[in-house]
């Protein structure tokens, strides 16, 4: 992230004017302050980038500045000024946070040279960070199914280009990880790889949440915010469950997103980037516009590439790898001696319906492996929440539409759970919002 808003603190008049005419030609943002006091009461009401100041002035030092910034708000990059340079000095400063100093007098070439390695500080900083925190591997995807193995080969040009991607499916079925093996497959995998869970975020803070804000754009806005846009500049940026974001934000989205430019709130500059966007949705799209739930303008956006993901009940071929994929994977992050599927375990697996799809599998192996300390996983360790034949069969569902069943689901999983919302979401494996969506989908508030 660019350098943007500087803060020059001198308590010489003249060194003050000559900065900030020489940043400004830079294109940059200048306040002023005549000794360090002024400068902490302003650093109390806005955040900068990068803050220029004099050691040596009346009521506060630069090492009190420099103090200040570092315990209120310490991602602030600070550059120390001194007439009186020593080794002392220098290294004083340097071991309190500042990240570099410059000798009185100076030159703009000087002042050029300290902004630039600036820029690269704070972007390095930035990157590494968020890196740290998105960035997964994604080599160990499990594929046996021809479906997933055609799907597999599509995502590989998929990755090529910059297209956006829309990546449906039912919950559970793997769409973030499809969106992961498109980034690392990209050019753009060595840049951060941001996620936004959509129905996660409240409505009063998404769009803080998306283009970030200055410090004290609204009640608690305490420290300048950078947004999950400005955080995936050169990158990707996944949507997950992006039908979730509120109606009134999506034209906000929409123009972020075709001008691939934006402003943080309070902030009066657009910042441009450079963002590849992934998108996902577990909600009939086409029923989500024709009620006016998702814009169709954004939608045709969002959805130049399309990926449709099977559930797990229609790729059979993929249970037991992912079954067998699961119960390594778990087993090595818990230190559990290596377990085996039976085959009458095996066939339990297979004949499932998996309405929680992969999710719900690796819930299933990762329950029998905690509870059992046995070397081999019997059918008796597999819980699965299965409904009776006997009520399959009452309720005729046999031959009837995947949405039919998914209702009929859902609303045995409600009531079973006695109306509980949440332990409903946890067990179908969706967000209490989503649950809420579909419960309304089906004109009922509660379970019938």
Known sequence: MAIEKILVVDDEAILRSFLKDTLIRKGKIITTAEDGLEAINILKKSSFDLVITDLKMPHKTGLDVLNFIKKHDPKTTVVLMTAHASVETAVEAMQKGAFHYLIKPFSPDAIET??????????????????KEEMSST????????AMKNLIKDISKIAKSSASVFISGESGTGKEVIARVIHNLSKRKHKPFITVNCPAIPDTLIESEFFGHEKGAFTGALQKRVGRFERADSGTLLLDEVTEIPLLMQPKLLRAIQEQEFERIGG?????????????????M????????????????????????????????DIVPLAEFFIKKIGNEQKKERKALTPSAVEKLTKYNWPGNVRELRNVIERALVLDDGVLIEPEHLFLENISTKEKSSNSLEGKPLKEIEKHYILHTLKAKQNNRSNTAKILGITERTLRNKLKSYGLKSCE
Do not use: C, G, M, W
Not at 139 to 146: D, G, L, M, Q, Y
Not at 268 to 284: A, E, G, H, L, Q
């Open 114 to 131: 300290i902004l630039q390695k600036a820029e690269e500080q704070v972007a390095l900083i930035e990157e590494n960070e968020f890196l």
């Open 139 to 146: 080599s160990e995807f499990v594929a046996e199914s021809s």
């Open 268 to 284: 009066v500059n657009p910042i441009k980037v450079d963002v590849r966007f992934i998108s996902t949705s577990n909600r009939d």
């Open 286 to 317: 086409a029923k989500a516009i024709a009620t006016n739930a998702f814009r169709q303008d954004l939608y045709y956006r969002l959805n130049v590439v399309p990926i449709h993901i099977l559930p797990l009940r229609e790729r059979k071929a």
